[in-house]
Nanobody
Framework: QVQLVESGGGLVQAGGSLRLSCAASGRTFSNLGVGWFRQAPGKEREFVTAISWSGGGTNYADSAKGRFTISRDNAKNTVFLQMNSLKPEDTAVYYC??????????????????WGRGTQVTVSS
């Protein structure tokens, strides 16, 4: 089993930045591919970004390219999501998800076995 806990969400003005963290426990972290997804009220959960288990590959949704950066620190069992130039349309609950030996190409929520409870990000205009 893998437990994932997100943190770092909050309220920020448009143009601001936030850094989300996803802390994992329960399994060898370096074997986990990790993705970030988000869900706005009344909308489907959508892919944001993913990093491969090896850390050698990353993948971003078009909405995140150039503004968001995913990274991992295996020594801390944590994946980070740095979000810059935030827009009101980025407002959502952000979830991290994991898959054993997952690749960065896995952008479908059904690809992931383990999920955190989410952290709220609100961007005011």
């Amino acid at each position: 089993q893998v437990q994932l806990v997100e943190s770092g969400g909050g309220l920020v003005q448009a143009g601001g930045s936030l850094r989300l963290s996803c802390a994992a426990s329960g399994r060898t972290f370096s074997n986990l591919g990790v993705g970030w997804f988000r869900q706005a009220p009344g909308k489907e959960r959508e892919f944001v970004t993913a990093i491969s288990w090896s850390g050698g590959g990353t993948n971003y949704a078009d909405s995140a390219k150039g503004r968001f950066t995913i990274s991992r620190d295996n020594a801390k069992n944590t994946v980070f999501l740095q979000m810059n130039s935030l827009k009101p349309e980025d407002t959502a609950v952000y979830y991290c998800a994991a898959r054993v030996y997952g690749g960065s190409w896995q952008s479908n929520k059904n690809d992931y076995n383990y999920w955190g409870r989410g952290t709220q990000v609100t961007v005011s205009s």
